[in-house]
């Protein structure tokens, strides 16, 4: 089954700004709602974005979530050291009539 | 507040069968579609099934189609996985997960682990 494409890797060094991208297809990102997941080692994973720009409780405004078209990003502004995590994008597909999740990405705090 | 907590994980040999639960709290159960959602070791996010809140639709990945059913039961607040012919590309942490109206997962479990291994 396909999933949607995230860089497996991005740095940044605190207080500065990184964006993770998330490509898909008219069936997933271009037709659903996209959320974004962060996942702490050892951790289960926690909604950060949902409906490709929307935060729930308790998540800092630093996270920011865009769409356009059949690709999502999400923003990390003032990168903080707590920050250093696996971010999985996320989105229904009518094709498969369930889930789709990216790959990863892993983010390093230099 | 919301709580999810699985439990059932264990080791199992190839061929085996296993049975999974997830006890839910917190909301109104049978409102939420509930899913499993499994990581293997090391590895990332795979959509395991998903059933409505009536029960009336359930899906599965093609890579568990057939040999997992997923199932509730709104009196005790439970979803359930149930496993078989389990091969050892199962061998994964498996997450139940709150599913909304508009496909959004927004609470977690912490976790089931499943090993299949001889």
């Known amino acids: 089954q396909s999933v949607l494409t995230q860089p497996p890797s991005a740095s940044g060094t605190p207080g500065q700004r990184v964006v993770i991208s998330c490509s898909g297809s008219?069936?997933?990102?271009?037709?659903?709602?996209v959320t974004w997941y962060q996942q702490l080692p050892g951790a289960a994973p926690k909604l950060l974005i949902f409906?490709?720009?929307q935060r729930p409780s308790g998540v800092p405004d630093r996270f920011s979530g865009s769409k356009s078209g059949t690709s999502a990003s999400l923003a990390i502004s003032g990168l903080q050291s707590e920050d250093e995590a696996d971010y999985y994008c996320?989105?229904?597909?009518?094709?498969?009539?369930?889930?789709?999740f990216g790959g990863g990405t892993k983010l390093t705090v230099l | 507040q919301v709580q999810l907590v699985e439990s059932g994980g264990a080791l199992v040999k190839p061929g085996g069968s296993l049975r999974l639960s997830c006890a839910a709290s917190?909301?109104?159960?049978?409102?939420?579609?509930m899913t499993w959602v499994r990581q293997a070791p090391g590895k990332g996010l795979e959509w395991v099934s998903f059933?409505?809140?009536?029960?009336?639709?359930?899906n599965y990945a093609d890579s568990v189609k057939g040999r997992f059913t997923i199932s509730r039961d709104d009196a005790q607040n439970s979803v359930f996985l149930q496993m078989k012919s389990l091969r050892a590309e199962d061998t994964a942490v498996y997450f139940c997960?709150?599913?909304?109206?508009?496909?959004?997962?927004?609470?977690w479990g912490q976790g089931a682990l499943v090993t299949v291994s001889s």
């Open positions: 409906r490709h720009n």
């Open positions: 008219s069936s997933n990102i271009g037709s659903d709602t």
């Open positions: 996320a989105a229904w597909d009518d094709s498969l009539n369930g889930w789709l």
């Open positions: 997960a709150r599913g909304t109206g508009d496909g959004v997962l927004d609470f």
């Open positions: 059933i409505s809140g009536s029960s009336d639709f359930q």
């Open positions: 917190g909301f109104t159960f049978n409102d939420y579609y």
